[in-house]
């Protein structure tokens, strides 16, 4: 009996720290925060440059206020946008409130790496296909809303999304009937 009583506490400790180490796993996982229902655009307001997403009368889209724990190698999905006045981006990016011409490269981050535009203006490192590149931080890819007027009537991003320009999937070398999405890594540059 005495030799149970004396493993007991460790036993406790072992099992309480297991526990603990899950828990804090659990939490560091990024959730959807919310849906919002789409409404159809309204005539010629959807820019579908560069194939994107126009909203769907009555389909749900997740939201999310976080993305994905930043490591030295984020997996992540790289999109194609258009930072220049007239493209599929909207407005002015959110950073410099400016536009970007196709060849430079820049990046929208989805919402949670966005960070309430911490990374405004900072380099980041995309990897994929063999290749690397550094684009700049100009805007937001808003995984919290979508579907009207201020974005596009385009839906929200998804949590774990780098929407990047054409300067982009150039230098990744990606061929031109290719482009619009694939799985790659970043980093902070």
Sequence with gaps: MKSFCSKAPLIFLITFIIITNCMFSEAQKCRPSGRIIGKKPPPGQCNQEDDSDCCLQGKVYTTY????????????YLT??????GGDGGGPSECDNKYHPDDTPVVALSTGWFNNKSRCLNN???????????A????????????????DYQPPCKNN???ASKAVWEALGVPHDQWGGMDITWSDA
């Design 161 to 163: 999304i780098v929407d």
């Design 124 to 134: 980041i490192r995309i990897s994929a296909n063999g290749r690397s590149v550094v």
């Design 65 to 76: 206020e976080c993305s994905p724990q930043v490591t030295a190698q984020t997996k992540a």
């Design 136 to 151: 700049m931080v100009v805007d937001e890819c808003d995984s919290r809303k979508g579907c009207d007027e201020d974005h």
């Design 80 to 85: 194609l946008n258009s930072f220049q006045k």
